[in-house]
């Protein structure tokens, strides 16, 4: 994050030239992206050191606020939607091609969408304190079958991706019995929290015994806190893949600008920081972009993947299932 400049004369001088000398290129990103912890600073600092612009970020709802704005959107590029949303942000036909070369991609699976260029991923998972949960469940199976005093944090699928991840989750794993899994498991959900942040605090408080996270989630304990007692429960049955993606608009001003920060995503520069200042997997993984602490972390036997118009097909008909075992 920048400092401010101390003297007020300085400020007043200065803001002419950054206005007038250096374009500014404006990305949509959700809420925790642009936050101190989150990557955005990084990035910022990163891209602003080889532009010669202003990069700025406008943090929210980033597919309903393109929605609403339409081709009035001041955004140049969007950061952060992942492929559970992507057929909505498609069907827009406010993308233009990525064009990049994604074959040294890192991702368990195979992409060739020449559109929505990821830039990191993971998979979701629960998470638990190994020294407060003495017998955690070994499979998705035994964490329906678990006793009701387990107190578990989700998001709310409607506001939160890994909230609406989840549904996909169970969706894979269980098919047509996903609402028998769901009645089996609401009991143990003692609160649907908005977004991640709220329900991960609840967990790091002790609040409850687990909590709907990512794979990656244990290694800022590992390596920002020097805590290995935080666990995913990797399951048998699979995990479901999420990657974030980057697009840039037809609509952009600045279009060789907006081409070469799309450039900056799969470079070195930018990969070698998502480790830690996402706490994701880079969607390149080259030597010395992982530190220690993420080769201690177990990876699921099975991912579990739709494509957007499969994710799209099932998400209304899966989030009814999960209206109806918590409206009970």
Known sequence: MRKPLMLAGLVIAATPVVAEDKPQL???????????????????????????????????DVLPRLLLEGERTEADAVIGLNTDVTARARATGMF??????????????AWEDDTFLPFNWGETAFIYDKTKLENPPASFEDLLNASDDLKIAIQDPRSSISGLALLLWVKGVYGDQAPEAWAK????????TPGWSESYGLFTDGEVDMVLSYTTSPAYHIIAEEDDT????????????????????????????????????????????????????????????????????????????YTEDEAEALRQPALDEWLAAFAN
């Open 26 to 60: 404006t990305v949509y990103a959700p809420d925790y992206f642009t936050s101190e912890w989150g990557p955005g600073p990084k990035i910022e600092e990163g891209f602003e050191a080889i532009c010669n612009c202003d990069l700025k970020f406008v943090a929210g």
């Open 96 to 109: 233009a091609p990525h064009g990049q070369d994604t074959s040294a991609l890192s991702l368990p699976i």
């Open 185 to 192: 498991l609401a009991p143990k959900v003692l609160t649907v």
């Open 230 to 305: 935080k666990v995913a429960a990797i399951f048998p049955e699979g995990h479901y893949f999420m990657t974030e993606l980057v697009a840039q608009l037809k609509t952009t001003d600045t279009p060789e600008l907006t081409q070469s920060f799309m450039d900056y995503i799969l470079s070195d520069g930018f990969q070698s920081m998502i480790a830690t200042a996402n706490w994701s997997y880079p969607a390149v993984i080259k030597e010395g972009f992982l530190p220690e602490g993420f080769a201690a972390l177990p990876r699921p036997a099975k991912t579990i993947f």
